[in-house]
């Protein structure tokens, strides 16, 4: 229930860092929050197309989740492990390894770290560098891996890598992702300047990339660009770092976002939605012939989440032991591509960008993506921007939001469009 204390803002102003973003877009307390829909301090509903920056594709507080956690807690179990053994980490093991990996012919390691996805990155680049004995790591244009340093030096993003205050970001070469160019063959470009020894470029370690870079526009790469990569890497005796941490588990409608690209990745990092339920669990999958790490070679107090094994194993149980939830994931992908195509037709020069449920609107200028979310916002709907000038309005709804919601939401997003664009006539 709503109360003056808990409405009450001031503390935040107060008392939390000037570094808050989120909140700032969304300037309301929020009390409450099932499947896709979040509550204020005021009663009013807001349909969620943030999903927690994609932590929560199976929408909040899910009922199986939830109970088996409460199970888990009433019934004394670990709240805190270390990376010691529990039945809980077997549970989710057995799980994972019967649910998700064997089917799809995967023999990887899962190597738990730390609490977030930077920590997944740090851990794939630390040992893509042990392994092969190189320093560098290529990392892509407009990409985003994390804001701990190893993890920022991979990130493109100028505003992102300033909050490093001047630290030097190095061991890293940045080439230009597919489509980034205009018409230029970035893959061509990749192994022209990789295979040429006075290009100034070092031997990769690693190639890390995204296959759908969610913070950097939704720019979606081709299986023909990642396949050339992976086997430009595999040439070069260099890794094949997948971040999957926004686009899988479910985002892009399979569980990895790169299956059936016909290229086995050498490591995976997973992070956001791993655990099923929003709460923090990272790890990085690699293949076994890398897992050269001495104990406690790299580690950290929180490797592994309790809480985080309950909650993943069901969600691994309950969504993907067949293949209905992506067959429905597939549905409302096709649902979302086709009413952004028919909304972005509205706004001059505007595109619809990403793949799966994980797409937007490049509207072309980062003020009118702020008013349209903004106004969203206003009609109670909650959603955000992305790309290098935040200038798509980017939709990243829970995989299992109702049919009736998700299109009600899609429609708010379209009246907020055209108010937008009304706003936009009149001051010009």
Known sequence: MSTAQTADRTIFERRESEVRSYCRSFDTVFTSASGSTLTDTEG?????????????????????????????????????????????????????????????????????????????????????RKTTGRKNVIAFTNGFHGMTLGALALTGNAGKRGGAGGVSLNDTTH???????????????????????????????????????????????????LQGIAALAKELGALLIIDDIQAGIGRTGSFFSTEDFGFEPDMITLAKSFSGMGLPFAALLLKPEL???????????????????????????????????AKEVAEKSDLLEKRLTEIARHIPGAYVKGRGMMRGIDVGSGELAAHICADAFDK???????????????????????????????DTLEDAVSASLSLKIAAE
């Open 44 to 128: 009013r509903e807001y349909t969620d197309f943030l999903a927690g920056c994609s932590s929560l594709n199976y929408g909040h507080n899910d009922p199986d989740m939830k109970s088996a956690l409460v199970d888990h807690i009433t019934g004394d179990g670990l709240t805190h492990g270390l990376d010691m053994y529990t039945d809980t980490k077997a549970d989710f093991l057995r799980a994972f390894d019967e649910i998700i990996l064997k089917p799809r012919g995967m023999d990887h390691k899962v190597m738990m770290v730390g609490p977030t996805g930077t920590n997944a990155v740090e851990a794939a680049i630390k040992l893509a």
């Open 175 to 225: 080439l230009p992702y597919e489509g980034s160019l205009g018409d230029v063959d970035t893959l061509e470009l990749a192994r022209e300047m990789l295979r040429n020894g006075s290009s100034g470029i070092d031997a990769p370690a690693a190639f890390i990339v995204e296959p759908v870079q969610g913070e950097g526009g939704l720019n979606a790469a081709s299986k023909e660009w």
């Open 291 to 325: 897992d050269i790490w001495k104990p406690a070679e790299h580690n950290g107090t929180f490797r592994g989440n309790t809480h985080a094994f309950v909650t993943a194993r069901v969600a691994l149980e309950k969504f993907w032991k067949d293949d209905s939830f």
């Open 380 to 410: 109670g709907l909650i959603i955000e921007t992305s790309g290098a000038e935040d200038e798509v309005v980017k939709v990243l709804a829970p995989l299992t939001t109702p049919l009736a919601q998700f299109k009600a939401g899609l």
